[in-house]
DNA sequence: ATCAAATTTGTAAACGTTTACATTATTAAA
DNA sequence: TTTAATAATGTAAACGTTTACAAATTTGAT
């Protein structure tokens, strides 16, 4: 068996009350035998028993990260960035990632009803109503990610995806002369999808740039549905310049199309795309996209989660939303 | 507050024991008070404070992954392995991914000090003498992966490289009719790379070819290191015909290597890797390569571990290899 | 109906902490 | 010194379970 409070408490000849007190170092401990007991706890190699400081605290040094079905490389950025921070404030996390056996909302009900979590972040980049309103009748700190922002009783993180697909737009036309400009968007639901939407609306706008319905196709942010999207802007009769995929999957599987049809990236067309994913690198040519700190999310994330874990009486809900980059590739 | 045992007690006009009985349903409790203690606890959504029951119990339904610095789709398959049986047994996953902050043999030992897990995953492709010793130390039960299967007091699981590497290395020669084929190494401590290296060896020797040393290159299991050796490789008097990549990563190294050369896979110089990964279906040609069943290895790991955690006292330490399985692109 | 055995339930301690409250020791002012 | 204030420590309950052990109830054979 470990060593306990108990044992500290016997070979220093103090209460368990004193030696918990040293430990914790808390309000009224003489320094002296606060010295003491850590140097005995020391040489014991005394480990603290989480679960029983959970118990009485009646809360839990554990994380829950609740992710629907991602992207691998988005996956694990996101839990090394949750655990970096997480890990250095004496946290703890658990994942919890749908797969055919569980949905989001199971797991976020799973672990508010175990005690099992003190807190949790939620990766919901098409948030619902059943969603909502199991976050609504929580007690336990929640951070979501990627939510939409006016859910304001609760913390949130997001992509800044409209300035992200502003930059994106404007760049195409001021700096790379683009009039004819396509986008492929992501699923409908899909909060990130519809901001990059809107950012590439608003760029057209902004810049006296006529829309042009036909150049607009639904996607559902696959290689496949970026297959078809260019398939389809292939075949007009008057074809788009640049493609702007909503995400990177989606631009790659516009590369394979192009290349098919026998044209080349960037004089016959151009593709971009969004997200910056390790895969678009390995792309010929080098894929044009916008940058997403995706660990930097998870830490902040995080940042915050901490934050409200330890001062629960905190009404002001932070909308944080962290900021893109332009990645200039060869491939417009 | 949320609902206790103690409640449904006095609903139920029985005591603590008795509903606690009921619950787990135990050895003897009358089926109609079972029922009774069943339907009240339905009526209040009683769920079980996991925290209290493992402190009296001493013991964890969490599951603490060690992972070293690996791939993210490596990262995210095994661990939805792992947590898909983990969720269906009722257990939860900890990760202890590996950062700037914390090694592995730090996760493990945090692991084993706080109470906090009941049983491990270490995913530890270099398994070196310090881990070794920590686990030896410990009773929490623990499963192996990729370990050198001569850690016999464990439980472990393992790729079959060494098969995977045999049968690709045969394919090129017999179904391929190569006869000069490279190998790209993994890094020396890594066990699946020397199982590899040692697969590739025995095939050329069972079918009578000779071994040059030449052709043999160090890598590190990342593109750029790729890049390096088919550098070197093709820069030899005596081009090989084929390299054999230690893993997918290395041969996309290679992939841009005999672009920048001018060359054409697979008509100049053949090009096949061990991984199965990804970003290897996004390569034009596609590539040939081994398949590793990452999420199957997640989930065996974690059934054995399921077991061990149930019953301690059994002596016959498992030591499972997972086979792999040729894919073929058109890249040699 | 009686008694022993078997079944079912209850009592209370335990798990390892934290913490309100009580008690004791120390300090400083009178 | 005495006394009051302060600082340091101790006592004991609490967190929500499980589980030996004890007690009570039911069962079945006589």
């Known amino acids: 068996m470990s060593i306990t409070i108990k044992e500290i408490a016997e070979k220093a000849n103090l209460s368990i009350a004193t030696v918990s007190r040293a430990l914790n170092n808390l309000d009224n401990v003489k320094p002296a035998t606060r010295d003491l007991v850590l140097s005995i706890a020391g040489e014991l190699n005394y480990k603290p028993n989480v679960i029983a400081r959970n118990l009485v605290k009646n809360t839990s040094n554990i994380i ?3 992710l629907p079905q991602i992207d691998g490389e988005f996956f694990s950025e996101i839990i090394h960035g949750i655990d970096e921070i997480a890990y250095t404030g004496g946290y703890h996390v658990i994942v919890a990632s749908s797969h055919s056996q569980r949905t989001v909302a199971q797991s976020i009900i799973n672990f508010m009803g175990e005690t099992i979590v003190g807190g949790m972040i939620i990766l919901a980049p098409m948030i619902n109503d059943q969603i909502r309103e199991i976050i609504k009748g929580t007690s336990v700190p929640t ?3 990627n939510g939409r922002t006016h859910l304001d009783n609760i913390d949130t993180v997001s992509i800044d995806n409209y300035q992200g697909a502003y930059s994106m737009t404007e760049y195409l036309i001021k700096i790379k002369g683009y009039k004819k400009i396509a986008h492929i968007k992501g699923p409908i639901l899909n909060t990130d999808a519809s901001m990059r939407y809107k950012g590439y609306i608003a760029a057209l706008k902004d810049n006296h740039i006529q829309i042009d319905e036909s150049w607009i ?5 696959t290689a496949e549905s970026g297959e078809n999207g260019c398939r389809r802007l292939l075949s007009l009769n008057e074809k ?9 999957m989606m631009a790659l599987g516009c590369f394979r199309v192009v290349k098919a049809f026998g044209m080349k990236i960037p004089n016959d067309i151009g593709v971009v795309g969004f997200d910056n994913i390790m895969l678009s690198e390995f792309a010929s040519p080098r894929l044009t996209t916008v940058h997403v700190p995706i660990s930097e999310i998870g830490k902040t994330a995080t940042e915050i989660l901490l934050k409200r874990m330890k001062t629960t009486s905190d009404n002001n809900f932070k909308h944080l939303k962290i900021s893109t980059g332009l990645v200039i590739g060869d491939s417009c």
């Open 64 to 66: 829950g990260v609740v």
């Open 143 to 145: 951070v979501i990610i």
């Open 217 to 221: 196709i639904n996607g559902e942010f």
């Open 240 to 248: 788009p310049e640049v493609i702007f995929a909503g995400n990177d």
